[in-house]
């Protein structure tokens, strides 16, 4: 992999990450953009006890434009777009609206690929494996940042999830905070290493899940399931074998299982409907141990906490979504009209030959 650091003509950082050693990335930004001004804001809520960014500047971005004008795909002639050069492997570059920034955080866009048409599905091993490698790249660098503390490597695909840009693509974003998500996590993992005498709760969950109906794919290195208690119609968790915090501590032995693993998931999720549906919506999140201070559970480090990737749709079935209603939106209750030993069983059955 070669890494190819750059400005474009606002200021921001864009970095070009190729698959071969002799690529020359030498083209400068010819767009007449001044810095953008950004207004995000985090503000407490002290009644839940959470964090929400306020971003007002995010009602002026780009909203799905035609292909021809895409900002993501390469720049043609007198075409310009995000990324100066012609073509590209893998390119991240710091997000034109930002939900944080400064010192609120930062967040970045990953480009997957300069094929406008394609999307994760279609990547090859060794283009997957590269994406890997910007991950685990910008992870790195994220988390030396003063006054970041978790890094969040996430992809949306679709409009019915709200992707504003057709280009496969996905986002970093950089709390300068512990997201609530990951303090529940935390909490259960105090609570069952007390109450367990020091059992790690990650562990104990993959091992039951290991003995029973709902696990959809495994490797080697990696296992998928889909969660006893699942949220979505169809979700997957997909954890390494080998309890890691970070990708940072992923071995080279999973990491060149992964991208074998991933590209099956999202092929498999792709057909879960039936031929002549459009591709199922999704959204892939990886969950990385917080960085920074942990919040205060007695007992629990950051290598009591397990890597892992969620899959998820809110497709429930053929032209069917999955809204978040009254006891969802409303008091954070999921009610799955898809039973989780249902869904893996579909999962299965749509396995590559």
Not at 26 to 50: K, N, W
Not at 59 to 77: E, F, H, K, V, W
Not at 271 to 282: S, V
Request: glycine share 6%.
């Amino acid at each position: 992999m070669k890494k190819t650091s750059t400005k474009l003509a606002d200021g921001r950082e864009l970095i070009y990450y190729d698959l071969h050693d002799d690529a020359v990335r030498d083209a400068a930004d010819r767009r007449p953009l001044e810095r953008t001004l950004t207004t995000s804001e985090i503000r407490h809520d002290a009644l839940l006890g959470d964090r929400v960014a306020i971003a007002s500047h995010r009602q002026g971005r780009t909203y799905l434009p035609p292909a021809d004008q895409c900002p993501l795909c390469p720049s043609q002639g007198e075409r310009l777009s995000e990324i100066p050069d012609s073509a590209y492997d893998v390119v991240v570059f710091e997000n034109r609206f930002p939900s944080l920034a400064g010192d609120a955080g930062r967040c970045e866009v990953v480009c997957f690929t300069s094929d406008h048409q394609a999307s994760f599905a279609d990547l090859t091993e060794e283009q997957a494996a590269l994406v890997l490698a910007a991950w685990t790249d910008r992870t790195a660098e994220l988390s030396a940042l003063p006054a970041v503390e978790q890094v969040f490597c996430f992809e949306n695909r679709g409009q019915e999830i709200g992707v504003t840009l057709g280009h496969p693509h996905g986002q970093i974003y950089a709390y300068p905070f512990t997201t609530p998500r990951t303090a529940l996590m935390l909490r259960s993992l105090a609570a069952h290493k007390e109450t367990t005498g020091g059992e790690n709760l990650f562990d104990a969950i993959l091992r039951r899940e290991l003995t029973d109906e709902r696990v959809v794919l495994e490797s080697e290195h990696w296992v998928a399931f889909v969660p006893y208690a699942a949220h979505w119609p169809y979700e997957v968790h997909l954890y390494p074998r080998r309890r890691v915090p970070d990708l940072l501590a992923l071995d080279d032995a999973a990491r060149a299982e992964f991208p074998a693993v991933y590209l099956e998931l999202l092929r498999r999720f792709d057909r879960i409907f039936g031929a002549g549906e459009p591709p199922t919506p999704y959204i892939a999140a990886w969950h990385q141990a917080p960085f920074g201070q942990l919040p205060d559970f007695d007992g629990v480090t950051r290598d009591d906490f397990a890597l892992h990737l969620e899959l998820f749709t809110i497709r429930r079935t053929s032209g069917k979504l999955k809204f978040l209603a009254g006891s969802e939106s409303g008091m954070n209750v999921f009610i799955n009209d898809v039973p989780p030993e249902v869904a893996a069983r579909r999962l299965r059955e749509v396995a590559s030959s």
